[in-house]
């Protein structure tokens, strides 16, 4: 820690107060800053998560995360609306991180391609020098305790501190800057739920055949609990839950054996019967073969069953929270990295420009309802809007220069109806799927434009360019599932001209 840092810390435990008691009886000191709780789960969209996260009744005696809220008179503020910058690990992370669009950090892949661009991973992350000012940095110096704990980015394990160095087997990577402490994977083990490998502040432990998410749950309780309450605390907490292989822990398995992938009518884009209005790329998709369907179908059960231990983790987080008396003062942020698409379009998996790929969960939880107030959020938010949200709220300042393009949502967090700096569209971006060849059935690089509800020349939309030239535009009021592309309608040739001047203004900024 910088002795900024110290000196920040020191003059905020003396300058400690009292948040207003929103309930009588309830005069517990917390510190003048509020502390954040940031649950990053990883590829899951924001169809149904609470439906998923909410746990077993019964299972294993942990109450569900509805009867702790109930239990604890939580409140929980739901974004309907939240989107990544980038539907890919590495990027989205490294946009929350930095509170930038993908297209200004120049993250693009979980990888670099080739090695030496960059544009990727962790190797991109530090050798960029991204990792030098970015989230945990700016709450160090404004006097938080910073914690990572879990999936960091991709390809940990390949970036090793200045030579000379050991090999990367035998050395945990030391804490990057701004993290007080660091338990990040290094090595993923069985898909990162088994057998995998902690670089616990620099030093590599192997979990062997504990399941992760219950180690990385007990080394939060311990942090939540070893923190003293004067000094504001930001928990960044990411599970590999439930990324493929999805694997549940012991105690979940076959827990919701009925589960399967949501179809029509609950969800029309479900292997989209006629793709004759989609990309070309998709067009040539054939429907998917019963195998695939039943493949499908079993990786939706396991994340079902995979996310009860996140849901069993969040309470664990909670109630560590309350019984450490800092759950008045405290936000706890759950959300995913980027969707995931079970067939949706004829479409698998994360990367595409739809709803299912783009669109995540975002949950805000806590006690004081000065804070967050419970209901659904219709405004557009961008996950990089997360991070211009916590500096707000911590008072925490980036360096002269630097330019955040997030957008607080701190008072309509609060209240609903609050005026606020609202956005009214969202860039993002995506790259296509690398092949030795040019393939016509692989998704080209793309570009995409979404306008708000409340937009004030606009309808709801989605508007996409690839790179190979093609387009596609669809009217989210009165289509949610984009079924109906609307690009190749020439009723829509001026409004395609205005969203192409808007998505090219807004990839320059």
């Known amino acids: 820690m910088s002795a900024l840092a110290r000196a920040r810390r020191l003059t905020m435990v003396a300058a400690m107060t009292l948040v207003s008691p929103v309930f009588a009886g309830d005069p517990q000191p917390v510190p003048a800053s509020p502390s954040f709780v940031i649950v990053q789960l990883d590829d899951w969209s924001a169809t149904s998560l609470l439906e998923h996260l909410n746990g077993d009744p019964g299972s294993s005696g942990v109450p569900t995360l509805e009867q702790l809220a109930i239990d604890l008179d939580l409140s929980v503020a739901r974004f309907f609306s939240c989107f990544v910058a980038q539907p890919a690990c590495a990027p989205s992370r490294v946009s929350l991180l930095r509170g930038q669009w993908t297209h200004r950090t120049g993250i693009r892949r979980n990888q670099p391609v080739p090695p030496e661009s960059l544009d990727g991973g962790l190797e991109g992350y530090v050798g960029r020098g991204l990792h030098l000012e970015n989230l945990a940095t700016w709450l160090d110096d404004a006097g938080y305790k910073t914690a990572h704990i879990g999936k960091f980015l991709n390809y940990l394990d390949g970036v090793v501190p200045s030579p000379p160095v050991p090999a990367p087997d035998e050395l945990g990577i030391e804490p990057l800057p701004g993290w007080d402490e660091w338990h990040s994977v290094q090595r993923y083990g069985i898909g990162g739920y088994l057998w995998v490998t902690l670089s616990r502040n620099g030093s590599l432990v192997d979990l062997g055949p504990a399941y992760s998410t219950d180690v990385y749950r007990d080394i939060a309780v311990d942090i939540i609990e070893d923190t003293p309450l004067e000094e504001p605390l930001f928990l960044h907490f990411c599970p590999s839950a439930p990324h493929a292989p999805a694997l549940p822990a012991t105690r979940h398995e076959g827990r919701r054996p009925g589960v399967v992938v949501p179809r029509p009518p609950q969800n029309p884009a479900w ?177 995409s434009l979404v306008t708000a509800v409340d937009h004030p020349e606009l309808p709801p939309l989605r508007y996409s360019e690839y790179s190979n030239g093609e387009k596609e535009l669809y009217f989210l009021r009165s289509d949610p599932f984009e079924l109906e592309n609307a690009a190749n309608d020439p009723r829509h040739e001026e409004l395609l001209q205005v969203l192409a001047a808007r998505l090219a203004e807004l990839r320059q900024l």
């Open 271 to 447: 292997l989209e019967p006629d793709v004759s209005d989609k990309p070309s790329f998709i067009q040539g998709r054939p429907l998917a073969a019963p195998e695939v369907i039943d493949t499908y179908d079993s990786l939706y059960r396991d994340t079902s069953n995979c996310l009860s231990s996140v849901s069993e983790a969040i309470v664990a987080l909670l109630q560590a929270l309350d019984r450490t008396g800092r759950l008045e003062s405290t936000l706890v942020l759950v959300t995913s990295d980027n969707g995931w698409s079970f067939l949706d379009h004829r479409t698998q998996g994360k990367g595409e420009t739809y709803l299912s790929s783009i669109r995540v969960p975002l949950l805000v939880v806590g006690k004081n309802r000065n804070m967050v107030a419970t209901g659904i959020r219709m405004q557009l938010v961008s996950y990089i809007d997360i991070t211009a949200t916590l500096v707000d709220l911590s008072g925490a300042t980036v360096s002269p220069g630097y330019r955040l393009d997030g957008v607080s949502f701190a008072s309509v967090l609060a209240d609903p109806f609050a005026p606020s700096a609202r956005r009214d569209t969202l860039v993002l971006s995506g790259v296509g799927r690398s092949e030795p060849s040019p393939n016509p059935l692989r998704r080209p690089d793309w570009a």
